[in-house]
């Protein structure tokens, strides 16, 4: 989520999500426009808005990074994989 205000109402933000946003216009105020049709006038410039679904953007994916990466195992023989398998096989036909 990012945290916008409305527009002459600094003192209390809200958190919107950032998929909803479907446009956003500057007329000369900064204008939303929801996913939902709803329209939403904040005090950030749109340049503000795009930075603000940057960084969520960049937050949400690094945080996926992070999640993913297994855990490193110490380098064996083997340069860290497992070792390979082996099973045993009778020469001679049954």
Same mark, same amino acid.
């Given at each position: 989520?990012?945290?916008?205000?409305?527009?002459?109402?600094?003192?209390?933000?809200?958190? *919107?999500?950032?998929?909803?946003? @479907?446009? %956003?216009?500057? /007329? &000369? #105020?900064? !204008?939303?426009? *929801?996913?939902?049709?709803?329209? @939403?006038? %904040?005090?950030? /410039? &749109? #340049?503000? !808005?795009?930075?603000?679904?940057?960084?969520?953007?960049?937050? %949400?994916?690094?945080?996926?990074?992070?999640?993913?990466?297994?855990?490193?195992?110490?380098?064996?023989?083997?340069?860290?994989?497992?070792?390979?398998?082996?099973?045993?096989?009778?020469?001679?036909?049954?």
């Amino acid at each position: 989520m990012i945290t916008l205000n409305r527009l002459g109402h600094n003192d209390e933000p809200f958190k *919107l999500n950032p998929d909803m946003i @479907v446009t %956003v216009e500057s /007329t &000369p #105020d900064t !204008v939303l426009t *929801l996913a939902t049709g709803a329209k @939403v006038v %904040v005090a950030e /410039t &749109p #340049d503000d !808005v795009a930075q603000a679904v940057h960084e969520y953007r960049a937050d %949400v994916l690094s945080d996926a990074f992070r999640r993913r990466r297994p855990e490193r195992r110490p380098a064996g023989p083997h340069g860290g994989r497992d070792a390979p398998h082996l099973a045993a096989v009778d020469d001679e036909p049954s």
